[in-house]
């Protein structure tokens, strides 16, 4: 048993130099850069909610009358090219409604039905005019519209190495001002992206003195933020 013990012991200070060598010293400076890189691209989907409310005396009614609605509204998005994968339902509700007068209690006059649909329309030239379908097939609630990027990870790729390009620059810089070099990076951390705020859906008239409605997708800005670590000497 004391035989054992001894290996062992041996084992154990033969592995110790092994692992004090996988640390690094620094022999220099260290210094953290906060950098952020950005790149702009035009929105290529947008992302709306949908919704149709209903009411009637009973919650049968309510409930019928919604359900022919939302036949008419999808049937609609199928006229306008909207695949089936694009159309989700997000919620369908329904409770009862009361009228309320003073010092008396509420009498129930009806009930509401709502069916919401989470919509993405991939051509946004043609939004518009959908959307205006939409509400001519009995579409009375909407929320939106969000415009994105539909595979945004390579755009964001480019401003992750911007970031970087910054940051070396900005290292190289510090390094100037101190008589110093950059010497290698010790690490990179990504603190986060954003993405730009949404524009607000906008009633146009057009040249007949029509009411259509009318997206502007413009532009978006990605952006990235790096904290990198360099060792200067």
């Known amino acids: 048993m004391f035989r054992r013990i001894l290996i062992s012991a041996a084992l154990l200070l033969m592995a110790a130099p092994a692992a004090a060598q996988v640390v690094q010293p620094i022999g220099g400076t260290r210094l953290d850069v906060v950098a952020n890189g950005e790149v702009t691209r035009i929105p290529d989907i947008v992302r709306i909610n949908a919704g149709v409310v209903t009411q009637a005396p009973t919650a049968t009614g ?5 359900a022919d609605r939302m036949v008419a509204v999808r049937a609609a998005l199928r006229r306008a090219g ?3 994968r694009d159309i989700q339902t997000s919620s369908i509700n329904l409770q009862p409604t009361y009228r309320y007068a003073e010092n008396e209690p509420p009498q129930l006059t009806g009930y509401q039905a709502q069916n919401e649909l989470a919509i993405r329309f991939r051509d946004i030239a043609d939004t518009g005019r959908i959307l205006d379908a939409l509400v001519a ?3 009375n609630q909407i929320n939106g519209p969000t415009l994105g990027i539909d595979r945004p990870e390579a755009a964001l790729d480019e401003a992750r190495t911007a970031a970087l390009t910054v940051a070396r620059a900005r290292a190289e810089l510090y390094a100037r001002s101190l008589g110093l070099r950059v010497k ?3 690490s990179v951390s990504e603190a986060g992206m954003a993405f730009p705020p949404q524009p607000r859906l906008e009633m146009m008239r057009d040249a007949s003195n029509q009411a259509a409605t009318q997206i502007s997708p413009g532009e978006q800005t990605l952006s990235v933020t790096l904290t990198v670590s360099f060792e200067l000497e």
Not at 62 to 66: F, G, Q, S
């Open 184 to 186: 290698r990076v010790l």
């Open 137 to 139: 097939q009995g579409i």
């Open 82 to 84: 909207i695949a089936e």
């Open 62 to 66: 309510a409930i019928r009358l919604n």
